[in-house]
């Protein structure tokens, strides 16, 4: 697996010490990252907020590229929540035009490194152009085998489980059985990430230390690594540093060590 990152990073540098210290049997096999002080690192450069967007779309290239070379299954981002609308029309309107630039521009290297993309959330309240270039997306690396993208777009975690509980109700009752029957799996078979393994570690950065409402079903038992880095800054390095954290983890899902 490591051989992947041959050309890249370079012998005897910081990165590729951090690189040596990652155990590539026990990486994680889904990946989620909260992308948080993008206004905060452009603040500090006295630029308008959608400079650090920008900025932070950077940081998205690395963590895809990165996760692709190390295997991991899946990678889930989120972009865009439902309580973003509260932001400056401005805001908004310039990280939906940085989203469709970002995705053209993006989506030939996405799709010949076998990746495979997806939007989750309510995607219909999202403007028709935004829906396009997110189809056309999803179309076009349908096929691919590899790693998992997903991005959250006007996403709530506590809206997810409601749609999906609602819709397993549905199933239930089309299908004659009673709604006391209804279980764990006939939710997650309609979560907006049904059939990705559920998360085994959940990345924020710029310091905070919450989930925002972001994958609340999948981070059950996830491991949350935060760091203070804001997400323009957060790269390859850092990225490593994360999954050197969770290797230290000692995981036991609510069980108890033995030995």
């Keep these: 697996m490591k051989e992947n990152f041959a050309g890249i990073v370079k012998p005897k540098t ?21 992308m948080d002080g993008n206004g905060r690192w452009a603040k500090l450069r006295g630029k308008p907020r959608i400079f650090g967007h920008r900025a932070g779309s950077e940081s998205v290239k690395a963590i895809i590229d990165t996760c692709a070379r190390l295997e991991i299954e899946a990678v889930t981002l989120y972009a865009f929540s439902t309580e973003n609308w509260k932001r400056p029309k401005a805001e908004v309107s310039g990280l939906m035009s940085m989203l469709k630039k970002v995705l053209r521009r993006e989506l030939e290297n996405v799709h010949g490194n076998n990746i495979r ?12 152009d935004v829906q396009e270039e997110l189809a056309a997306a999803t179309e076009k690396t349908k096929n691919n085998t590899g790693m998992i993208m997903s991005v959250a777009l006007n996403y709530g975690g506590r809206a997810e489980i409601t749609r999906a509980a609602r819709l397993a109700a549905e199933q239930l ?32 950065t710029s310091g905070e230390f919450r989930i925002s409402n972001f994958l609340l079903w999948q981070l ?40």
């Design 14 to 34: 910081a990165e590729a010490g951090l690189l040596d210290a990652i155990d590539p049997a026990r990486l994680p096999a889904h990946i989620a990252v909260i």
């Design 117 to 128: 993309f997806q939007a989750i959330g309510c995607i219909a309240g999202l403007a028709p």
């Design 173 to 204: 009752a089309s299908a004659g059985t009673p709604l006391k029957d209804l279980s764990e799996a006939d939710i997650e078979r309609n979560l907006y990430t049904a059939g990705l393994p559920d998360v085994d570690l959940m990345i924020r």
């Design 220 to 259: 059950a038992y996830s491991e949350i690594y935060v760091t203070p880095v804001f997400f323009p800054d957060f790269r390859r390095p850092q990225i490593f540093e994360a999954i050197i954290d969770y290797q230290k983890r000692d995981r036991r899902f609510g069980g108890v060590r033995t030995k």
